[in-house]
Structure formats: structure tokens, C-alpha cells
């Protein structure tokens, strides 16, 4: 059955900035132990005083203070309006540095505990590691707006078929055909999202108009539900044509840490010139009817010789 054309979604979302958005609090496991192995209370006591009574995460330098000694993160100082949420006093430029220095001599686990990771680190360690944890939560993939859902992958499925109403496929080969009219009087578009599944993963197909310098082209390209290292076990082609004439694309899905656009700006996929599009759509070339068909295969390290065989379901 040939699928439906997909045509573009254009939606926007507001950011209040004047709003301190929730966040989750990320319970701190003491690392000092006593000789009975119980956790030290003194530490236990210290993760408390971290804590800010705003956004209630721990905090880290800068830590400032009021004029009566009430502490908040740097973070949550920028949102209440130079203003001590505990006592309503200007709070200024106080640093608080005897806590700072506390906060600099603890070790800490990963924010992202709760959700497996067992690394534990001196501060300064620690936010680099989480800047890059693999545990981390993954952002939504959706292109057609800036959503801002964050979660693990089984949760982002989910989310994209009953929130954005994704096009869900299973299989490793796809036929999509993407249709325009007036296609002259678009610069920039994206398509409706299209997710597939096969070996156990989840794949993003994208497709967007937008300029590249001076020239108007379409970009077709997949993402990952995943982390770099194992997007890179798998590989994909996409093939566009018509009029007797085809394009055919091969690489490796880019992870869906990296956003949407960082891929597209670096030009990691299947780039047709919007003339060559419209030559391949046929007709009077008034009318966008781009056919891209595809494959997914998984890499499989051959033991005998370290080179990769291709594998399909």
C-alpha cells in the first residue's frame, strides 16, 4: 500500500521566562562511611545545608547568600529577581564561600543515579562526567517544534506516538513519498517525523526543505534512539529517483543526542537540490512528489578477519 503524503507541520512553543521551572531532586548518597558501614550522619547533615530552597537540587560554586546568611543556587538567583526567597531582603553579591568550599571537598554521586549510573566524583569531576553520562536522559527528537520532554528511550516512544502522533513503522526498509505544492514558495519545512523499528531499536527518518548558502535542497537523513558508540553498529541507505535517473545515500545514524539541526547543518545525509527534486517529482515540475525509499542493516564484526558483515531482518 503506497503511504500517505506527509505534509508539513509548523507549530511553535512559548517559554515563560519569568517561570522557575521544577525540578527533580536528585537525592545524594553519603559517601563517608562509619566503621559499622552506616552512612556518617556529619556528611548526610552537610547534603542538607547543599540544598537550595528553590529548586531544592543540590548546590555547587557559586553559592550565594543574603544578608542574613540564607543560601540559594547560582541558578535560581538569576529567576527570583534579586530578591531572598526565605526572608524577601535584597540579596546582592554575597558569596557564601565557607559553604562553597565545603561543597568542593565532598564527593558526590551522579545526578543521573536514580536512573543506574554508580560513578561517584569530587565536585569538579562530577559535572564533567555528567555533561557527558551515558545514563543522562535523552531530549525528544521531534523536529517539528522545540519540545522540551526529556526522558529514557522506552518513555520517548511513547511519547512520540501519543503526544506528536508519529508515523510508528516496523521493519528495516521504507518507502515514503513526500509531497508539496508550491513547492517554489518554501524555504524552510519539515516533514512529519516517521519512526521505525527493527533490531530491537528505534530509528528517526527526517525530512526537511531549507537553504544551503543561496540554494533551496531537501535532506532526508535517520537518527539513532541511542547513545553514539551503538549508533555506530548500525548503517542505512536512502535512494531517491525518477525519470530514469537516482541518488543513493549510505552511512551511519547520528545519534538523537545530537539535535536535529546540528545534523542537518552538517550536512549528514541525502541532499537533493530542489531542481533535481522537481525533475525527479516529474510532470510540470509545479509539484513536489519526491518517492525515498531505504534500508536499515545492523554491522556484525566478522571474528575472523575484524571486517563488518551486513546483516538484515
Avoid at 116 to 124: A, D, L, Q, S
Avoid at 221 to 237: H, I, K, P, V, W
Wanted: one cysteine or more; charged letters at 20%; glycine letters at 6%.
Amino acid at each position: 500500500m503506497e503511504p500517505e503524503s506527509i505534509e508539513t507541520v509548523i507549530s511553535s512553543d512559548v517559554f515563560d521566562e519569568d517561570a522557575i521551572p521544577s525540578r527533580s531532586h536528585h537525592q545524594f548518597v553519603s559517601v563517608p562511611k562509619s566503621q559499622n558501614g552506616s552512612n556518617n550522619p556529619v556528611t548526610t547533615s552537610v547534603h542538607e545545608l547543599l540544598e537550595c530552597p528553590v529548586c531544592t537540587n543540590s548546590m555547587y560554586p557559586p553559592i550565594h547568600q543574603c544578608h542574613n546568611g540564607h543560601t540559594l543556587c547560582s541558578t535560581c538567583k538569576t529567576r527570583v529577581h534579586n530578591r531572598c526567597p526565605t526572608c524577601r531582603q535584597e540579596l546582592g553579591d554575597i558569596r557564601c564561600l565557607a559553604l562553597e568550599k565545603v561543597a568542593e571537598s565532598l564527593e558526590l554521586p551522579c545526578k543521573y543515579c536514580s536512573h543506574g549510573c554508580p560513578e561517584i566524583f569530587p565536585y569538579y569531576s562530577k559535572l564533567k562526567h555528567e555533561s557527558l553520562c551515558n545514563f543522562r536522559p535523552y531530549n525528544c527528537p521531534y523536529a517539528g517544534s522545540d519540545c522540551s520532554v526529556v526522558g529514557d528511550i522506552p518513555f520517548l516512544v511513547g511519547h512520540l506516538r501519543d503526544y506528536h502522533k508519529v508515523d510508528m513503522h516496523s521493519g528495516c526498509t521504507f518507502n515514503h513519498r513526500y509531497v508539496k505544492s508550491n513547492p517554489r514558495e518554501v524555504e524552510n519545512a519539515t516533514w512529519m517525523l516517521t519512526v521505525f523499528h527493527c533490531f530491537g531499536q528505534y530509528f528517526c527518518l527526517h525530512f526537511e526543505a531549507f537553504q544551503l548558502g543561496m540554494a533551496p535542497v531537501y535532506m532526508a537523513f535517520l537518527r539513532f534512539m541511542g547513545d553514539e558508540t551503538e549508533a555506530q553498529n548500525y548503517s542505512y541507505s536512502l535512494e531517491v529517483g525518477g525519470n530514469d535517473r537516482k541518488l543513493i545515500w549510505e552511512g551511519n545514524p547520528r545519534s538523537i543526542r545530537d539535535s536535529h539541526k546540528k545534523v542537518r547543518d552538517s550536512h549528514d545525509g541525502l541532499i537533493i537540490q530542489r531542481n533535481m527534486a522537481l525533475f525527479f517529482s516529474g510532470g510540470d515540475k509545479k509539484e513536489l512528489k519526491l518517492r525515498v525509499t531505504g534500508r536499515i542493516w545492523k554491522e556484525q564484526q566478522n571474528p575472523e578477519n575484524g571486517n563488518c558483515i551486513p546483516l538484515c531482518t
